[in-house]
């Protein structure tokens, strides 16, 4: 028979199991919900970045192709140019001239013809091959056979088959300048290659510009990298490395490369699994090159594409995540990878809370419970003192059931906001993503019909009526993409706070005016119509910027033309008292009749990179910034943009701009008509007649070309120099000899000396004539660093015609600046003083009857003033090196282009340089070259000097 103190005791026994059911129950949901929390916290992680890996990726991958086709654009109209036409076909024994002295002339020419594209282009020299493969002229320091050049880039053989390519990066086979200009073997290079046409349009030769793929190729993967451990890399079919590693120093280390500062990834690594991080001590048990690609190069190089979240190892062995995909018409993949423990990081650190939060818990409880027992025992042993204890027993109980909750409450709000966090994680992504998408459309689609117009306007057999729909297909889609970059350029200003607005007198008549007549073409080919109105009385003038004014109007009624497919479209102006001020404001509402949006749709219409709908980039164009940048101009100029819309009706747009004082501003009822307007658009686009001398400082040759044009075509003489140094000299050297220039175009980045410089030096110097600034930056204060400097006005790119000719029309009236008298300019003047060859008789190219040459003599008498300006510089600054490699390109050049006196000359002056002569020798040598450089003319009837 049991007792009854064994019945106690099992009673107590199950009662305590009963009691201490809760704690276990509540320890089984906690321990669920951390799971359920973990992996969706995971879930939501891996998703996210899975999306950020191909957006990168992406975006890299559309840089890498807008820079192979730039490169492939450079040498295609290089190779079309006329000169190397004829100097390739001379190389190549074609036509007349076949003699050595005739095809060394031709390698001579060519070499100055290309060298300055070379330069421009950051290539570090060229190629011609011939059709049978054998290499016909190279540059720089190779011999005029290039032997095996076929071999080793196959991109040579499909440019003789008459098709323009990039090759991917190899070992060039003869030795090649690095970075620090030291010739070295063994260099990696690439080619981009073109096939040369012969007179018949056959293929007679291939050019091929070297690009040095550690600085251009490497750099622009180098752009994305994400992270601490984000890398970026190019790979071919073999899995060789095409580009650096962020992690060379640790290949070094554990034998993967060359233990060579020199040496770099490219061509040194394979992209293979080594089946254990090498970091951590692991060695392969076979060789380099017996152990399988990475997971992710064997899915590339099979020709797909794909994004892995999950973790695999990288060349180090090490666990990375990853996005790749194959360019096929290149022949290379491209992967971002990241390792996936920096990726993961988020998600270790949620782990490490909810594991935490549950230890804390469980202790929590099962203390809770040993009271509870104790109280229980305690209370047996007396029932007063029992009482007491129990009071305060159960207190604390109380205050730790306070802190659990307290605890519990802290989680819970943790975790919605780690759902919160991912959520918008997701929705940033997918924005992101969208935007890029929408931006690699925007600026590709008019990129193909530039490049394609372009190559149609180097056909010699287009006839010039295409030619000239060419041209104009050209202007339209630059403009299209300049009006691109200008709004990401507003939207960075504003956001960046750095957005300035005028406050000026302009009439919102003309502003409406000029917006309906420029949006008339868009408007007739969708067959609508659009009206224009006031209600009520409206300022003639208000204070504002017309300016931003116009970009707001042209933004709203641009969206109501997209979105309306037939029917009517109104812009209306009038007057509003402002809710609680004293001023007024002036409202433009456009009106349309198109597809209408729900309330969600306006809710997010003036958030940047999105539209109304997903589908609207694709069926209407646009990147979804031109409302976010209206509405934020509007409030910068003391207004709003508010919308009213419904589905299947239309929409209201509508802008509010302060007015500004109005007293004694006449009052209009209507906005200007078109005949007015046409009449005064005619008057302001009357081309002022110029009349004076303009020196244009502009180191673009394009640019300098195009503006010189414009100028001259005006009136005006006109004088170029390509930087700041050679600008300064040649404005010093005609004010020493009494015709200073009437006016200066200085651009104000440019190599050497850049505008600030130089139109400081100018101005210290006594230079009092006007100088106009002319800059590609426009952001706030950069008008008042060029007027700091020293010039007189400021002009943005691109340059529009009008405004160019009419300022510079301005300041012509102005009158000529001379030099003060006592202004010395030491050894430089007396290099530079032209009385020193004014009497001596022009000095001829002894090709100056042969009309082939002609062109090719002409740009090389052209280049002897840069050339003076380099052997002056060196003269000046006792940089005998420099004044020795001058004068030996000098020595070089000038024979192959008739000039055989200058070739002696130069030749005298580098071995006084090499031998470091005494100073007066090297001066006198230098007076000798200088005055022969500038007698050189090209032919008798174009006169004598430089």
């Not at 007063?384 to 802190?403: F, G, H, I, M, P």
């Not at 003639?540 to 641009?558: A, E, F």
């Amino acid at each position: 028979m049991t007792t009854k103190t064994e019945e106690r005791g099992g009673c107590a026994y199950r009662a305590a199991v009963w009691r201490s059911l809760p704690v276990v129950v509540l320890v089984a949901l906690l321990a669920a919900g951390g799971g359920w929390l973990h992996r969706y916290v995971e879930r939501s992680l891996a998703e996210g970045l899975a999306g950020n890996l191909s957006s990168v990726l992406r975006a890299e991958v559309a840089t890498i192709e807008l820079w192979l086709e730039s490169q492939r654009s450079v040498v295609r109209s290089t190779a079309a140019e006329p000169a190397v036409r004829v100097l390739a076909a001379k190389l190549a024994g074609v036509g007349e001239g076949n003699s050595a002295s005739d095809r060394s002339a031709a390698h001579r020419q060519l070499e100055s013809y290309l060298g300055p594209v070379c330069r421009s282009h950051g290539y570090i020299g060229y190629v011609v091959t011939g059709v049978g493969g054998d290499g016909l002229g190279a540059w720089p320091g190779e011999a005029v056979v290039v032997a095996g050049l076929v071999d080793r880039c196959p991109a040579v053989a499909v440019s003789l088959e008459g098709r323009t390519t990039v090759s991917t990066p190899f070992v060039a086979g003869v030795r090649l300048p690095d970075a620090n200009g030291s010739m070295r073997p063994l260099r990696p290079t690439m080619l981009a290659s073109a096939p040369i046409h012969g007179p018949d349009g056959r293929v007679i030769a291939a050019l091929s510009f070297r690009i040095d793929p550690e600085s251009d190729f490497s750099r622009v993967l180098r752009a994305a990298r994400t992270g601490a451990t984000g890398d970026t890399y190019a790979f071919d079919t073999e899995g060789t490395m095409l580009s650096e590693s962020r992690f060379e120093a640790d290949l070094r280390t554990v034998g993967l490369m060359p233990n060579d500062p020199g040496a770099h990834a490219m061509l040194n690594v394979q992209v293979r699994d080594p089946g254990g991080n090498l970091l951590d001590g692991h060695r392969p048990a076979m060789a380099r090159a017996f152990q399988p690609l990475t997971r992710m190069a064997k899915l590339a190089t099979a020709g797909g594409e794909g994004v892995d979240v999950e973790g695999y190892r990288d060349y180090r062995g090490v666990d990375v995540i990853g996005a790749w995909t194959w360019l096929a018409d290149y022949g290379i993949g491209i992967a971002t990878e990241i390792e996936r423990s920096e990726a993961y990081r988020p998600l270790y650190l949620v782990r490490r809370s909810i594991v935490g939060a549950s230890f804390l818990l469980v202790v929590t409880c099962v203390l809770a419970w040993a009271v509870r027992q104790r109280v229980r025992s305690l209370r047996g042993k007396g029932r007063a003192s029992a009482d007491d204890k129990d009071e305060t027993q159960s207190k604390r109980l109380r205050e730790q059931n306070v802190v659990l909750a307290d605890k519990s409450e802290h989680l819970m709000i943790r975790c919605d906001e780690l759902q919160a966090a991912c959520s918008a994680a997701e929705t940033a992504n997918r924005v992101k993503s969208e935007f890029l998408a929408n931006m690699s459309h925007e600026i590709r689609t008019p990129m193909t019909a530039i490049l394609g117009y372009a190559d149609w306007l180097l056909d010699d057999d287009a006839p010039d009526i295409e030619r000239a729909e060419c041209a104009r297909t050209i202007k339209s889609n630059g403009e299209h993409l300049l009006g691109l970059i200008n709004d990401i350029l507003d939207l960075s200003k504003i956001e960046s706070e750095r957005m300035a607005v005028e406050r000026i007198v302009c009439d919102p008549g003309r502003v409406i005016a000029e917006v309906a007549e420029l949006m008339d073409a868009n408007v007739r080919e969708k067959g609508l119509t659009l009206a224009c109105g006031y209600e009520g009385a409206v300022p003639k003038t208000i204070q504002s910027d017309p300016t931003r004014l116009r970009q707001v109007l042209i933004n709203l009624v641009g969206n109501a033309v997209k979105f309306t497919a037939s029917g009517r479209i109104e812009i209306t102006a009038g007057l509003s008292r402002r809710a609680g001020e004293q001023g007024k404001t002036l409202y433009l509402r456009v009106t349309d009749c198109g597809e209408g949006m729900t309330g969600e749709q306006v809710a997010r219409l003036f958030t940047p990179y999105t539209q109304a709908e997903s589908s609207t980039p694709r069926r209407h164009g646009g990147t979804g910034l031109g409302l976010s940048i209206s509405r934020r101009l509007a409030r910068l100029l003391g207004g709003d943009i508010t919308v009213t819309s419904t589905p299947g009706v239309g929409s209201t747009f509508t802008a509010t701009v302060a007015t500004g004082p109005l007293d004694g501003v006449a009052m209009m009822h209507t906005p200007p008509s078109k005949e007015e307007l046409a009449r005064e658009k005619e008057k302001r686009a009357t081309e002022p007649a110029l009349d004076g001398r303009i020196l244009l400082a502009e180191d673009g040759p394009d640019n300098r070309k195009l503006i010189s044009r414009l100028l001259r075509r005006a009136g005006a003489e006109v004088s170029t120099a390509e930087n700041g140094r050679v600008a300064y000299r040649r404005a010093i050297r005609a004010m020493r000899a009494d015709e200073p220039f009437d006016l200066i175009l200085m651009d104000m980045q440019m190599p050497e000396l850049d505008g600030y410089g130089a139109t400081q030096k100018l101005r210290e110097n006594g230079y009092t004539g006007p100088v106009i600034a002319i800059t590609a930056h426009a952001m706030v204060g950069d008008r008042e660093k060029c007027l700091q400097a020293g010039c007189d006005d400021f002009l943005t790119k691109p340059i529009d015609r009008i405004k160019l000719q009419t300022l510079a029309a301005d300041y012509l009236q102005g009158g000529r600046t001379s030099l003060p008298e006592e202004e010395s300019m030491g050894t430089e003047a007396s290099l530079n003083d032209p009385t020193r060859s004014a009497s001596a008789p022009p000095l001829y190219s002894e090709y100056a009857s042969d009309p082939d040459m002609m062109e090719l003599v002409e740009m090389f008498v052209d280049e002897l003033a840069d050339r003076i300006a380099s052997i002056e510089q060196a003269v000046g600054q006792a940089d005998m090196s420099s004044l020795a490699q001058i004068s030996h390109q000098l020595k070089g050049a000038a024979g192959g282009y008739g000039f055989t006196p200058i070739t002696e000359s130069a030749a005298g002056v580098e071995r006084l340089a090499k031998a470091e002569g005494d100073a007066d020798s090297v001066q006198s040598a230098v007076s000798d070259l200088l005055s022969l450089c500038r007698r050189a003319t090209s032919a008798p009837e174009q006169g004598a000097g430089v």
